[in-house]
């Protein structure tokens, strides 16, 4: 079955820039999707990016995709300390109904 | 518009207790799913369902049972209650499997 992989942890100073990376094995032409779990809270949809595009940019959000190398990262330009956060990737399964969800990586921003 | 409700929030549970977890959801979404989280694994997806009176194994089913009477409605019964069952549970839904999932909060269950 699919196999999503994430770093766990990261940690950036304010300002600077985070770049979270999402590698898997395998999947269907669709969307890939970045979600954001604040403590104690549930997933809340990020962004996404179509499976035919290699960029996507959504304010201070960069989403990247390598097809070829099967690597998908999110970029937060100007990180705050209210990005701190667990971030997930999801990708969709060898079926293309369900979506499988990396391990999350957590997110520190040090003032 | 509330979006996907979950209760309980918390729950202590004792070995060998049963207990149904309710999800609802207020968006005529027909594509609900339940998952558990344990602290560094990611989310593992327990059962899912296309539709009411549709529902399917996700990757770790045993233990689990759901039923799918209602398009708002998707509860996950717990019959005899383990340890490893301690963990967090969401529910999810979405209108069409391309579109992101709308979570719930979760419910934080732990089994003594």
């Given at each position: 079955g699919e196999d999503v992989e994430q770093s766990l942890f990261l940690s950036v100073r304010e300002g600077d820039s985070s770049v979270i990376n999402c590698t898997y094995t395998d999947s269907s032409s669709t969307y890939l999707y970045w979600y954001k779990q604040e403590p104690g809270a549930g997933l809340q949809l990020l962004t996404y990016i179509f499976s035919n595009m290699d960029m996507k940019q959504d304010q201070r959000l960069t989403v990247l995709l390598n097809k070829k190398d099967k690597h998908l990262s999110l970029r937060i330009a100007d990180?705050?300390?209210?990005?701190?956060a667990i971030y997930f990737c999801a990708v969709p399964d060898n079926y293309g109904q369900n979506f499988v969800f990396g391990p999350g990586t957590r997110l520190s921003v040090l003032p | 518009n509330a979006g996907v409700t979950q209760t309980p929030k918390f729950r202590i549970l004792k070995i060998g207790q049963s207990m149904t977890l309710q999800c609802a959801q207020d968006?005529?979404?027909n594509y609900m799913y339940w998952y558990r989280q344990d602290p560094g694994m990611g989310l593992k997806l327990i059962y899912y369902s296309v539709g009411a009176g549709i529902t399917d194994k996700g990757e770790v089913p045993n233990g689990y049972n759901v039923s799918r009477s209602t398009t708002e409605d998707f509860p996950l019964r717990l019959e005899l209650a383990a340890p490893s069952q301690t963990s967090v549970y969401f529910c999810a839904s979405t209108p069409d499997t391309n579109y992101g999932y709308t979570f719930g909060s979760g419910t934080r269950l732990t089994v003594v």
């Amino acid at each position: 079955g699919e196999d999503v992989e994430q770093s766990l942890f990261l940690s950036v100073r304010e300002g600077d820039s985070s770049v979270i990376n999402c590698t898997y094995t395998d999947s269907s032409s669709t969307y890939l999707y970045w979600y954001k779990q604040e403590p104690g809270a549930g997933l809340q949809l990020l962004t996404y990016i179509f499976s035919n595009m290699d960029m996507k940019q959504d304010q201070r959000l960069t989403v990247l995709l390598n097809k070829k190398d099967k690597h998908l990262s999110l970029r937060i330009a100007d990180t705050q300390t209210g990005d701190s956060a667990i971030y997930f990737c999801a990708v969709p399964d060898n079926y293309g109904q369900n979506f499988v969800f990396g391990p999350g990586t957590r997110l520190s921003v040090l003032p | 518009n509330a979006g996907v409700t979950q209760t309980p929030k918390f729950r202590i549970l004792k070995i060998g207790q049963s207990m149904t977890l309710q999800c609802a959801q207020d968006m005529n979404h027909n594509y609900m799913y339940w998952y558990r989280q344990d602290p560094g694994m990611g989310l593992k997806l327990i059962y899912y369902s296309v539709g009411a009176g549709i529902t399917d194994k996700g990757e770790v089913p045993n233990g689990y049972n759901v039923s799918r009477s209602t398009t708002e409605d998707f509860p996950l019964r717990l019959e005899l209650a383990a340890p490893s069952q301690t963990s967090v549970y969401f529910c999810a839904s979405t209108p069409d499997t391309n579109y992101g999932y709308t979570f719930g909060s979760g419910t934080r269950l732990t089994v003594v």
